[in-house]
Structure formats: structure tokens, C-alpha cells
């Protein structure tokens, strides 16, 4: 066995392959660039490595220099969790000419399963099924028209390099081929570097269902049974669960045996996951998708239902040993579904979000996994993917595990960060996910319903000017009536008023009065309420109107943040607004909708511009948002330059209308 591992990876994978090191008596190497200096990962290895900075092809993606820091460590294998170099075949035959184990397949099962167009080739020849389609390397833009139009409308582009549904086109007629084959070419060529396209039948009602399967060097290839991954949005999965809800036990075994054979024809050893799209309509037809030749982000729901740590057989079966379970030991045991936690906003596209956690609270209890990076101080940036945390429940039935995941999700809050936990909820919640009628359409045709944000209550405003009335009052008893907070006066007690603003809504008035223990809160136009706030750092217990709540209360940078009931608000006082504009509209003003970095600039001051003219680009994540002119007339503010960092909110551009500037002539 290896007695040192280095993780060439961040985030919550990072985290979650350390803690198995770490049980299996392995020193732990992790990697890190400047911008994650001090990130859970690197305080939980034995040892902790810099590779660069902050964009990851300086980090991350460099191969020479995760390569160095396992020569410096005397790491003997390296784990690569998932992304960044998971399926790298450059990185695997690099790591074999060092002599370090890459705990992964072999290149020539990575080089395989990498190329759609050779994986299906490949898979088809082992007597799996696939999406009828067409799959020659090196097709025309003729070839793939007349491939289109050969399997018949709608068709799906793809590229055949590459995933997560870059490049990929639904093409619904033979008219819409040439605009969507140029346009799936030049993202495949952008994401990839390579414009290779193939056709296939769209499956239109369909259901992303995946077999996880384990093979060591001595020939032994199993499955532990199915993952669901239908509820996507923009190909990307949100939800996952085992098993399938649509599955019975011969479906299951028959999709068990195509993908031991699919893994087989490669040669493949560790942990591989073989992925198969399903028509929800005919559900006993399953298509080959393609294989991911790593650990998959969803992980955890296979190993709470089978028993089986997947990264420990990935350890062992790179050292050389041998699978101590057969086909006939699996079994699935209850249900389990996981919630990819991320920080961007839904109801602002799911644009992605930044800041610093000042606050946090994850949940724990039966049945209940959480898979994170996070603690107090960890910095979310713009540099790599949003996702924080997985969360997952376990229960001996489908729904009790559903119910127990949206009771956790109330019970987990990111505090200084947006985070997508309330349109999670939602989405549990949803009729047809309730019922398990799952397709990769659903959150697409949902729309708003899921994402709309929620105005805070008006107790929220209450527990905000109370929080900020016990952090006002001194921290031992009261004994000079002159010396007591700001808001008493001789005879009856003077109101203090505070002006708090949420995200996206107008300030609110909320007035107080009366020490903490013994107060009266109005909030808005509304009637004075017996109230009273005890905290405790962080935990504040309000009483209001005979009803008591605790709360997780930051206080910092003007802003109040509140989380109660796995709802998150961040109230901003009145007096640190001026200086923000916020909002796009007839004002002319341009804000960010997302922490970032512009990109591009297109105008200059005293351009004249059309309402929709493209302004500036700002990009977060490799999501890049293009702003636009809200009204048409004259730039006469542009306040940054390609290359700076923004913040969300920040004021960036201002167009004054043209009527505007009409009547300053006149």
C-alpha cells in the first residue's frame, strides 16, 4: 500500500479523498494555488503544497507542477479526484513516465471513453446499445446535414470531444442545420480544440441513468447498481439519486450487464461510470451516453446505499490489490439522494456569486452525509466552479430520504455567500420529483416557479434591528440610568430607526425601542410588537409577538445577515447604499449582476448607443454574462476597464437617455 498520496485537486473532492487517507493510515499531500492559500484541503492534509497561481492552467492544470510537488513530497500515487486533470490522458502517461501511480484507468481505457465518436464504436462492438445515429471521425458540414436528416427531427449535435454539454445543438428542422452545425463547431473548437461533431436521435422525454462499476488488474469487473440524474439544468446535474425510481430489478441487471461490458471492452480498472440515457416513455430502451473514466461528483448516493467506499477501492485497486466483493455481494440497501450545493442566485439566471463565508451552519442527523469545503473565512472567488458543498440523505424508503434532504437543507446556511439552497428545496418539493417522475427537462420547463426569490418576512427585519440593538448595548449590567444605549431618553423611551434593504427590494423602516430584553420592534407601517433578543456570538434567540426564533446573526461590512430555516438574507443599512447604485433599468444605470472580471469593454464615454447595444462582458467561472444598454442615448459613465474585478452590484457603466440629454441641450 502507498504510504503517501498527493491529491492533485480543491474543493470538497479534495476534502472528502483526504478523510479516506487519512482513515486508511496514508500521509495526505494537497495541492493548492494563491488563491486557495489556507482552504479547508490544505489544513486537513499532513502536507500542503503551492502550485501557482490562481487561474487553474497555471495551478491546477499543470502538469509539470503537480508533477513537482509529488517529487518533493515523495508521494508514490496521485489521486485526481474529478475535473482538472481526472481524465487527462497527458497527465496519466506523464504520472507512468515518473513512476507515480495514477489512481485512475489506464491510458488506453481514458483514451478510449475520451472520443464520443471511439466510445460508441467501441461499446457497439461489445454489444451495447447506443443512440442510433451517426458517428464517422471527421464528417463534413454536408456529411453531418445529411446525417441530421437521415435520423430524422429532431437530432442532437455533438461534439466528440469534451462534456457538460458544451456545443451541443437540438436541431428541430433541416433549416435551423447550418446556423446550429456552425455555431456547435465554433463551441466545440472554443471548450475543446477540437470541431469534431457527431449526430444522434434526440431522446426528447429522457432520463440521465448512470451504473457505477469497479474493476481491479486481475480481471474482476462489477457494478453497485444506478444513480438517477435526470433533474439537470443546462446539462449539468442538480439532484441525484439511488436507485432509480424508474428501474425494476430486471432493468436494473440488464443495464448492469451493458455497462460491465462496456468497462470490460476497454480494460478498464478503478472506479468508472458508464452513462445511458432512457425514454421515459419506453423505459426498457437505454442508450449508451458515454463513460466517465473518474470519480463522479455524485459519488456519495452509491456508497451510503451499498456500504462500499469508492475512493478506498480506488486506492487499493491502484496499488495493485484485488476487489474483495463480487457481483453476488452487491446490494442496495434503502434510498439516498444528494443536493449539489452552489453559490451562484437563481433568480438572477443562476449567475454565480462570491464573497466570504462569515457564517455557517451544515447539517447533521440520521441518514445525513455532508460533503464540504467550507468553513468561517473560506473565500468563495470567481475562478473555479461554484459548487460548495453536496449534501446527502439516506432512509430505508425514497420518500423519507426526500423529506430528510429538504429538512437538512433548512438546516444549512451559508452565511455571506448566495447560495442555490432555497431553490433546492423547491425543487424537492416539486409534484413529479415527489412522485419520482423525473426527465431532464423538468427544471427548464418549471421556469420561475422555482426561482423566484422570496421577499423576507417582516420578523426578519424585526431580528435584524433587534441583533444590532444587542450589539449596541454594553456587555454588563445597566446601572447609570445616563449610561445606557442610544434610545432611551428621560420619561418615555425615544424610537431608534433603522432603514434595512434586502437584495432586489426596496429599504424598509424598522424602528425599536427598549433594551434587547424587554423591546418593542415596528417594522414598515406596521403596529409596535412585544419583543425581546438574547444572543449568543453568533446564535440569536428572538421572541416577537409571543413567538420564539433562533437565528445565526453576522454582523460586518454594514450588512446584517440572518439565517434561520435554511433561509439566508443579508440586510443592508441604509446609510452604506449611497454609494452603490443598484439595479439596470430606465435610470440608465449599469450594475454587475455577478462578482467577476470584465472581459471585454465595446464602448467609450460619449458613444451614442442603442437600448441592447452590448456594453461589456464581465465573466465568473467560466460563465461570461454580456451587459447590455438599458435605454437608448449617450455613455456618460464607464467606470471600469477590461481586466478589472467587480463586485456584485458594482456600478459599472450609465447611459443617460436620449430624451435625457435632449432636454440638458435645450
Keep these: 500500500m502507498f504510504e503517501t498520496v498527493l491529491v492533485a485537486n480543491r474543493g470538497e473532492i479534495a476534502v472528502r479523498v483526504i478523510r479516506t487517507l487519512r482513515e486508511m493510515g496514508i500521509r495526505s499531500v494537497a495541492v493548492f494555488s494563491d488563491a486557495d492559500a489556507g482552504a479547508l484541503h490544505t489544513r486537513l492534509a499532513d502536507v500542503a503544497v503551492p502550485i501557482g497561481p490562481a487561474p487553474a492552467a497555471q495551478s491546477y492544470l499543470s502538469i509539470d507542477r503537480v508533477l513537482a510537488a509529488a517529487a518533493r513530497t515523495g508521494a508514490q500515487a496521485i489521486h485526481p479526484g474529478y475535473g482538472f486533470l481526472s481524465e487527462n490522458v497527458d497527465f496519466a502517461r506523464a504520472c507512468d513516465e515518473a513512476g507515480i501511480v495514477f489512481i485512475g484507468p489506464p491510458v488506453s481505457a481514458i483514451e478510449a471513453m475520451a472520443d464520443k465518436i471511439r466510445a460508441k464504436q467501441t461499446v457497439m462492438a461489445a454489444g451495447v446499445p447506443v443512440v442510433p445515429g451517426r458517428t464517422e471521425p471527421g464528417m463534413t458540414d ?10 430524422g427531427f429532431p437530432a442532437l449535435l455533438k461534439p466528440s470531444a469534451g462534456g457538460g454539454g458544451k456545443g451541443m445543438r437540438v436541431v428541430r428542422s ?9 455555431a456547435a ?29 469497479l474493476g481491479d488488474a486481475h480481471g474482476t469487473v462489477i457494478h453497485l447498481g444506478e444513480r438517477e440524474c435526470s433533474l439537470q439544468r443546462r446539462h449539468q446535474k442538480v439532484i441525484e439519486e439511488a436507485p432509480s425510481p424508474l428501474l425494476d430489478t430486471s432493468m436494473r441487471a440488464s443495464m448492469g450487464r451493458a455497462a460491465v461490458e462496456a468497462a470490460k471492452a476497454v480494460g478498464y480498472t478503478g472506479a468508472g461510470t458508464v452513462e445511458f440515457i432512457v425514454d421515459a416513455d419506453r423505459p426498457r430502451d437505454f442508450f449508451f451516453l458515454e463513460m466517465n473514466t473518474r470519480l463522479q461528483v455524485e459519488h456519495p448516493v452509491t ?26 455481494d452487491v446490494s442496495l440497501d434503502g434510498h439516498a439522494i444528494e443536493a449539489r450545493l452552489y453559490a451562484e442566485d437563481p433568480s438572477r439566471g443562476f449567475l454565480p456569486q462570491a464573497g466570504t463565508v ?26 473555479y466552479d461554484p459548487m460548495l458543498a453536496k449534501v446527502i440523505a439516506w432512509a430505508p424508503t425514497r420518500e423519507t430520504a426526500r423529506a430528510r434532504l429538504v429538512a437538512a437543507l433548512e438546516r444549512t446556511a451559508v452565511l455571506g455567500v448566495t447560495t442555490n439552497a432555497t431553490f433546492l428545496r423547491a425543487l424537492l418539493r416539486d409534484d413529479d420529483v415527489v412522485a419520482g417522475r423525473l426527465d431532464t427537462g423538468l427544471i427548464e420547463r418549471r421556469g420561475e416557479s422555482l426561482t423566484l426569490p422570496e421577499p423576507p418576512p417582516p420578523e426578519v427585519y424585526a431580528a ?55 423591546a418593542e420592534v415596528a417594522v414598515g407601517d406596521g403596529e409596535p410588537l412585544r419583543a425581546s433578543a438574547v444572543g449568543d456570538g453568533e446564535q440569536l434567540r428572538v421572541t416577537l409577538d409571543g413567538q420564539t426564533s433562533s437565528y445565526v446573526v453576522v454582523h460586518t461590512g454594514g450588512t446584517v445577515w440572518l439565517a434561520l430555516g435554511g433561509h439566508v438574507v443579508g440586510l443592508r443599512e441604509q446609510e452604506r447604499l449611497a454609494s452603490s447604485a443598484a439595479g439596470t433599468g430606465g435610470d440608465g444605470v449599469v450594475t454587475s449582476p455577478m ?18 447595444t452590448p456594453l461589456l462582458v464581465v465573466e465568473a467561472m467560466k460563465m461570461e454574462h454580456v451587459l447590455t444598454a438599458p435605454v437608448a442615448g449617450t455613455v456618460a459613465e464607464l467606470g471600469v476597464t477590461a481586466g478589472q474585478t467587480v463586485t456584485l452590484d458594482e456600478r459599472l457603466a450609465v447611459v443617460t437617455p436620449a430624451a435625457a440629454a435632449q432636454e440638458k441641450e435645450d
Design 185 to 213: 463547431r465554433r463551441e466545440a473548437k472554443g471548450s475543446f480544440g477540437d470541431d469534431t461533431l457527431l449526430v444522434e436521435r434526440y431522446v426528447g422525454n429522457s432520463r440521465h441513468i448512470e451504473v457505477q462499476v
Design 595 to 612: 462578482p467577476g472580471t470584465v472581459t471585454v469593454v465595446q464602448v467609450a464615454v460619449g458613444d451614442e448607443v442603442a437600448a441592447g
Design 358 to 383: 462569515l457564517g455557517l451552519v451544515e447539517p447533521d442527523g440520521p441518514g445525513i452525509r455532508v460533503d464540504s469545503s467550507l468553513a468561517v473565512g473560506t473565500v468563495v472567488g470567481t475562478d
Design 142 to 151: 454536408a456529411q453531418v446535414t445529411d446525417a441530421a436528416v437521415a435520423v
Design 174 to 182: 433541416k433549416d435551423e442545420l447550418p446556423e446550429a452545425i456552425a
Design 303 to 328: 456508497e451510503v446505499i451499498t456500504g462500499v467506499d469508492l475512493v478506498e477501492q480506488q486506492i487499493r485497486i491502484a496499488a495493485g490489490g484485488r476487489l474483495p466483493i463480487d457481483q453476488s
Design 464 to 518: 435584524a434591528a433587534l441583533a444590532l440593538l444587542v450589539e449596541s448595548e454594553p456587555a454588563g449590567p445597566v446601572v447609570d440610568r445616563w449610561d445606557v444605549p442610544d434610545g432611551w431618553r428621560l420619561g418615555e423611551p425615544a424610537w431608534t430607526v433603522r432603514r434595512l434593504q434586502a437584495a432586489g427590494g426596496d429599504p424598509v423602516t424598522v424602528r425599536v425601542r427598549n433594551r434587547s430584553a424587554d
